[in-house]
């Protein structure tokens, strides 16, 4: 489909950053918590049904996954809800939701990794276990005009995350202790733009992608590439997660196969160019 209204929610974020740059040819409707709000059902028919949008990507969400674990409504109410809602605004004005989801709706325990038709499952903490409920939300609704992509481990040109972390606390002390013990696939935010575009552009089936760049790592790797790239000498050592108590557990390896469509390109790549893009 060609995309003509486009309308962006959560488009101050780190990915909606990405969507807003990826579809600026279509001038999109930019829109955050100031303008719309996901958990109000009426706020956002009444949107919808007055922008009149043809396609809605949903970048907002409640992020702070330790947060969560205390902050649990509204956790659930922003992730768990806030699709539903879109969901169903979207089936009054017959738009296209492309709806994000995380590795973290799984637990990560199973060493093939996951495929798109698997159902999220005990997911390890309380922000992996309100996406999974928005997952399901689309997954139960009579309205099929839906995209939901799975994404992991994302950076990108805007907002806080762990490549920036790693850069500035290089820098400052010139060594770091990284966990070594949990692999995931780095995703840069402009190549998931790129494939939700991709998506529309070919007129994909409707229903479940997996969006990460392709290849696996642990944090510690990811912190050696990302010294390595930048051309920085810091010395990284590698820990287990029990080194750092979080709030909120992690998926030990939570890896999400692509096998709908063609591999992304290799996180390494993808790395690179955030790197010498910056
Ligand atoms: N970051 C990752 O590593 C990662 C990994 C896997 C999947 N994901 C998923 O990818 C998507 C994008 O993540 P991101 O890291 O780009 O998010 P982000 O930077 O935290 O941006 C989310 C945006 O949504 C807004 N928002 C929060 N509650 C809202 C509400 N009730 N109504 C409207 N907007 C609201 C936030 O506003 P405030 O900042 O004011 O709260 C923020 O601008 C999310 O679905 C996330 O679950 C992220």
Excluded at 75 to 83: C, D, H, I, M, Q
Excluded at 104 to 116: I, L, M
Excluded at 224 to 230: M, R, S, V
Excluded at 244 to 250: E, G
């Amino acid at each position: 489909m060609d995309v003509r209204r486009p309308l962006i929610i959560g488009a101050k974020g780190m990915l909606g950053h990405a969507f807003a740059e990826r579809f600026a040819s279509a001038s999109p409707i930019l829109l955050d918590i100031e303008d719309i709000d996901i958990t109000d059902a009426a706020q956002v028919r009444a949107k919808l049904s007055d922008l009149r949008p043809d396609v809605v990507l949903n970048a907002a969400a409640y992020t702070n996954v330790d947060k969560a674990e205390t902050d649990r409504d509204v956790a659930e109410r922003v992730n768990a809800l806030g699709p539903k809602h879109l969901l169903d605004a979207c089936a009054d004005v017959g738009a296209t939701l492309i709806h994000i989801s995380t590795d973290y709706v799984f637990d990560g325990s199973r060493a093939e990794g996951y495929v798109e038709s698997d159902r999220g499952t005990d997911p390890v903490n309380w922000y992996g276990e309100t996406k999974r409920q928005g997952e399901e939300a689309l997954f139960t609704s009579p309205y099929p005009k839906w995209y939901l992509l799975r994404i992991a481990w994302l950076y990108g040109p805007h907002g806080k995350h762990f490549v920036d972390t790693m850069l500035r606390l290089g820098a400052e002390k010139g060594s770091v202790t990284v966990v070594d013990d949990q692999t995931g696939s780095p995703t840069y935010t402009r190549d998931v733009a790129e494939r939700a575009a991709m998506l529309m552009a070919d007129d994909a089936p409707f229903g479940t992608y997996h969006v990460v760049n392709d290849g696996t790592c642990t944090w510690y790797g990811f912190a050696k590439k990302i010294f390595e790239l930048a051309g920085m000498s810091v010395d990284v050592t590698p820990c287990t997660s029990d080194t750092f108590p979080r709030p909120a557990r992690r998926p030990r390896y939570s890896i999400l196969r692509c096998t709908k469509l063609p591999p992304m390109r290799r996180w390494e790549e993808a790395l690179g160019e955030h790197l010498t893009s910056r």
